[in-house]
């Protein structure tokens, strides 16, 4: 599908080369991103309520992304549009919301917008929304971080908002079938999602995103997509950190992924009982085997 050209300006500045950090929840996004954010000349986002809006619009219709290809990107852009915005009241280096500005400068780039030259997001669940932002931003660079699927699973089950996701009439998932969303691709994994443990369910939208992610290696090519794998990190941030400034052309600073992040593996060890390591094992076995988690 031939994709249309784009010119986004933000903060004075034309957007170019946007980088989004993709990975199932509790994969280690929030690490690798605020390495990112931290380069200079870097502005990275999460959680902009217009674009978590824009995102789960997408999640809870995937076939949006298809069927309005170009009314979803402008979607897309419009969020970013805003929640890239660097003013007096939503710089993090400026005195904030509370400080008194004049009304005239509320809404105009800050003295410190100059220095954002480049852009990114590491929303939550950005990562179902991925080939939407690739038909938005045709020269968007994504970062994709991969977990052992049992540590995922383990930081889901502790996660009051992830578990939310998984009750019954959030989302509509028998009208928008399959769903990457929630790992649902065979007509027996509707059956496995509303009767499963939630240790299940967690292991069906980590599986979910695992297939995704190989999608997108497979329609975005290796020259954009940049995969990091979680494990990896912890001992490896020198490596890491370069691989990050080849693939992004920012100043990615080693110490910054040591900083404050507890990078440690297995702790499903701790924290799943057997049966609910026999649920994800009997989702998932198949791609935790394919990636190395034995």
Known sequence: MKQSSYILVVNRTTVRRPVFVLGAPHSGVPGIAR???????????????????????????????QEKVSGTASLLREAYAEAWQLTPLTCPRCPGPYARVPANASAEPCEHSADAQ????????????????????????????????RDVVAGM???????????PGLMSIDQEFPNHFFGLEKESDLETFQNGSDAAKCA?????????????????????LLTVRYEDVRGGEIATARRLREF????????????????????????????????????AAVELSRLGYQ
């Open 35 to 65: 390495a990112l954010s931290r380069a200079p000349g870097f502005h990275v986002v999460a959680g902009a309520s217009g674009v978590l809006n824009a995102v789960y619009a997408v999640a809870r219709r995937p076939s949006l992304a």
């Open 118 to 149: 480049r852009y990114g997001d590491a929303s939550p669940d950005l990562l179902f929304c991925a080939e939407a932002l690739y038909a938005a931003f045709p020269d968007a660079l994504f970062v994709q971080v991969i977990r052992d699927g």
């Open 157 to 167: 089950l502790d996660d009051e908002r992830a578990l939310s996701w998984l009750k």
């Open 204 to 224: 069906m939208r980590w599986r979910g995103a695992v297939r995704m992610h190989a999608r997108l290696r497979q329609g975005i090519g290796a020259g954009r």
């Open 248 to 283: 992004t052309g920012a100043r990615v600073s080693a110490t910054e992924l040591m900083d404050g992040r507890d990078w440690r593996a297995g702790r499903w060890r701790d924290r799943l009982s057997r049966e609910e390591y026999g649920d994800v094992n009997a989702v």
